[in-house]
């Protein structure tokens, strides 16, 4: 399978129900780096990653001040690495995500930090990698090695890594996760012939704007990235909130809108916001496990969960999309033009 285009992103898509059910059973070892967490009580927690991780980042930036209710923020590596900014870090906790643990920028960050007081935590999927070294602690992702350069098992096993830290943090039993490898494989399933309705219905587009509220905001970030980077698109992401703030003008006929919109309080929010869409006469496809609450030309089942786990589940029929969309439109998603694995940037 992996001959063909696309061959690495499609087996690496259908791997993540199990590679979650692995990961829930070694919960038990996000413990030790939760007690260290707890025991410095720290007064601020930072993220600092780029690409795919820094969607990652957003979302755990979510869970740390929802769950944890400790006020948190993403980190502008440039201001480290080109500006040489030290700021005084005591009593902050850096978290370092990167699916490689290669990136330059990243581990200044990280090694700064540290200097500079802060406890300093590695999420990645590279256990000997750089990043893990300069960190005080870290957190093996444990997705295996991915070949297709577009991340997906990487990201969505880095997100539920998160959860799982987060959640033992605030000394949690991991319940809202414990059929998350199921649930993965039930919403691959449930939503394969909406896949390929949607792949159909974009397979021509020009213009994607994709969009969501909360927990979902990561996911839809994402999404743009992943349609960007696998079939070309000119793929924008917006909250829900920013987008009836001015982009929503550029909205018409010809615009197809992806609206991740998940059950609970970020999908209900984000209700009103697609009936201006749909208003307009954009062509909307709704994912999520509360797609069929809202005004959509098309629906992409998910499984329910627990609101703060379900980006976990969201961003799998994205995926098949990209995929499909980019062999549709003659590409290999294992190979995007100009991309390599791993980028390093200062």
């Not at 000119?234 to 197809?256: I, K, N, Q």
């Amino acid at each position: 399978m992996s001959d063909q285009p696309g061959g690495h992103m499609a087996a690496e898509i259908g791997q993540q129900p199990a590679i979650f059910t692995d990961l829930v059973a070694r919960r038990g070892g996000f413990a030790p780096v939760a007690e260290v967490i707890r025991d410095r009580q720290p007064r601020f927690v930072l993220f600092a990653a780029r690409g795919s991780s820094d969607h990652a980042a957003l979302y755990a930036k979510y869970l740390t001040e929802v769950l944890l209710q400790v006020p948190a923020g993403l980190v502008s590596p440039s201001t480290t690495t080109l500006y040489g900014a030290r700021p005084d870090l005591r009593d902050v906790l850096l978290v370092s995500v990167s699916q490689s643990g290669g990136s330059p920028d990243l581990l200044e960050v990280t090694q700064s930090a540290r200097e500079r007081g802060a406890l300093t935590v590695a999420v990645t999927n590279t256990a000997d990698s750089p990043l893990n070294a300069a960190a005080e602690l870290s957190v093996d992702v444990g997705a295996g090695v991915e070949r297709a350069v577009a991340a997906t098992k990487t990201y969505s096993a880095t997100l539920l890594a998160l959860y799982l830290l987060v959640d033992a943090v605030r000394g949690g039993d991991g319940e809202a996760v414990a059929s998350i490898g199921e649930q993965a494989a039930a919403t691959l399933d449930l939503s394969a012939e909406a896949v390929a309705e949607a792949v159909r219905r974009y397979r021509f587009v020009d213009r994607v704007l994709t969009t969501g509220r909360g927990y979902s905001l990561p996911t839809a970030l994402e999404s743009a990235l992943k349609l960007a980077e696998t079939s070309y698109l000119a793929a924008r992401a917006y909250s829900g909130a920013d987008l009836l703030h001015g982009p929503v003008a550029a909205v018409d006929g010809e615009t197809a809108v992806l609206a991740i919109t998940s059950r609970g309080r970020g999908g209900d929010a984000l209700h009103d916001v697609l009936d201006v869409v749909h208003g307009r006469g954009a062509d909307v496809v709704a994912i999520g496990s509360g797609a069929d609450r809202v005004p959509a030309a098309l629906r992409v089942p998910v499984a329910e969960t627990a609101e703060e786990v379900a980006p976990i589940l969201e961003i799998l029929p994205v995926q098949r999309i990209a995929h499909g969309l980019s062999l549709a439109r003659g590409g290999d998603p294992d190979s995007p033009r100009g991309l390599s694995k791993v980028t390093r940037t200062r």
